[in-house]
């Protein structure tokens, strides 16, 4: 059974960074390819970053240019840069195009 839990979410003031980590029990990261989504209340889940099992990433506007996502040793992570209070979310990681996601863990960006 897969079971993806995400970690390292915390409050962060604006402009202040902070690495979420994504691990997995069942599922090889370098397999497949994994994404970052993140929901903030009232508004539907939204699509972060790509790693594909070959290593290549891909982000959408909202990411671009601030987070960077990759692996290690079975351990997925997004780096984030540049926090604005916008970014204010529960992040999730998934298996792309796939069912398993973790529990989330909540960032709040806020002075």
């Known amino acids: 059974q897969v079971q993806l839990m995400e970690s390292g979410g915390g409050l962060v003031q604006p402009g202040g960074s902070l690495r979420l980590s994504c691990t997995a029990s069942?599922?090889?990261?370098?397999?497949?390819?994994m994404a970052w989504f993140r929901q903030s209340p009232g508004k539907q889940r939204e699509l972060l970053a790509i790693?594909?099992?070959?290593?290549d990433t891909h982000y959408t506007d909202s990411a671009r240019d601030r987070f960077i996502t990759f692996r290690d040793n079975n351990t997925l992570y997004l780096q984030m840069n540049s926090l604005k209070p916008e970014d204010t979310a529960t992040y999730y990681c998934?298996?792309?195009?796939?069912?398993?996601w973790g529990q989330g863990t909540q960032v709040t960006v806020s002075s």
């Open positions: 998934n298996n792309w195009g796939g069912d398993y």
């Open positions: 069942g599922l090889i990261f370098s397999r497949v390819a």
């Open positions: 790693l594909t099992h070959e290593g």
